[in-house]
Each structure stands twice: as C-alpha cells, then as structure tokens.
C-alpha cells in the first residue's frame, strides 16, 4: 500500500482543489472507534443513513475499512512528516485531523484523496483473501491473456479493484452527495482525484 499511496503523493497535485473551507468526514473515527462493526456503526458520530445502511449490511467491508484508516493516515503523516502539521490525530477539540482541516488548505485535500484511495486499498485487499462475502476475485481476470512479454494465464486471486471503486464511490462519497454547495462538491472532486490516482497506480504495478 505504501507504494501506491506514496505515488499519490506525486500526482496529486495535478488534481485536487482545495476551495472549501471547511471539511468534515466522520468514518474517518472508524479507527479511532475500533471494536467490532457494530461498535463503529452505531457509535460514529456523523454518518449519514446511507452510510450507516452500509455499515449494518457489510460489516466484513466495516473492519477492513477501519484497518484501511490505521494505514492511510500513518501514509499520511510519512509524507507530511517534515511539516507543522502532520495529519496528527490527537486534536480532539477540532476533529479528527486538527484545526488545519478547517480551512481551504493542500493539506486538507490531500486528506480527502488519500482517505478515499485508502478505502479502495483496503476493501480490494480483503476481498482478494477472501475475507469479504459480498465479493470475489475479479471476475475478468480468468483464463489466458497477452501482455507485452507474451501469453500467460492468470493465477491466484487477482484484485477485484471495480468492487472496491464501486463501495467506496457508495460509502465516502454519501455525506457530499447529500449536499450542493461548493464544500461538497470540492469533497466529491478530491474523493475522486484520489482514487482515479490509487487506480492507475496498480494498473501499471
């Protein structure tokens, strides 16, 4: 995950926007909640319906997200561990990533892209070993293929990576898609540009 959060990292600032004043995203606590699904879906502060649905139908997607929390934000503050700010977690009267998040900041949309790119990881992962029940390998990736080395057949469990857009797209994205102002749809620009990023970076692994 490093490596292709760390090139996120490169590339980002070619596509985020950082106009909004103000970010708030509550399943980020999911790491800070921890305990079983159940704990995390009814003691999160912040979701909105859609979300906690998702949480009380999928609470195999709930533990490897909330793993996927722990990850995305010790990549976080790797690479911002030469600034004032470092996605510390700890200022608990601001939010979960301090006040620096309150205002249109780099930072703040880097934590966006990076969060949603997290989610992505973390739930294409536990469906590849086989700990999700709503999803299996990718089903495309079955038989013979060519690449530029020649014909192979594929092995193993390849990574479903369209199961993994397609929740997050569902999960993170509900609390923006709720609302119309320009926060919002800055949240939804920076929920993408950070899987769009996360995803080109394995298909080239």
């Known amino acids: 995950m490093n490596a292709c959060l760390g090139g996120i990292w490169l590339w980002l600032p070619l596509l985020l926007t950082w106009l909004s004043p103000e970010v708030s995203s509550s399943w980020w606590y999911m790491r800070a909640t921890g305990g079983s699904s159940r704990v995390m879906c009814d003691n999160v502060p912040g979701l909105v319906s859609r979300q906690r649905q998702l949480c009380h139908r999928h609470p195999d997607v709930m533990r490897a997200i909330g793993l996927g929390v722990a990850e995305w934000t010790a990549e976080c503050q ?31 949309a880097f934590v966006y892209a990076i969060s949603s790119a997290g989610v992505v990881f ?84």
């Not at 004032?84 to 006040?99: E, I």
């Not at 990736?141 to 199961?163: L, P, Q, R, V």
């Open 122 to 205: 973390a739930i294409t992962r536990a469906c590849s070993q086989g700990e999700l029940k709503s999803c299996s390998c990718d089903p495309k990736k079955k038989g013979t293929a060519k690449d530029s080395k020649g014909t192979f057949d594929w092995g193993g469990c390849s990574d479903n990576i369209d199961y993994g857009i397609k929740f997050a797209r569902a999960f993170v994205d509900a609390k923006e898609r709720k609302g119309k102002d320009a926060r919002a749809l800055m949240n939804l620009h920076n929920n993408r540009a950070g899987r769009k990023v996360w995803t080109a970076a394995v298909l080239v692994l």
């Open 78 to 108: 790797h690479q911002f561990r030469q600034h004032r700010w470092n996605c510390n977690t700890l200022d608990r009267d601001h939010g979960l990533f301090g006040r620096v998040l309150l205002r249109s900041s780099r930072e703040s």
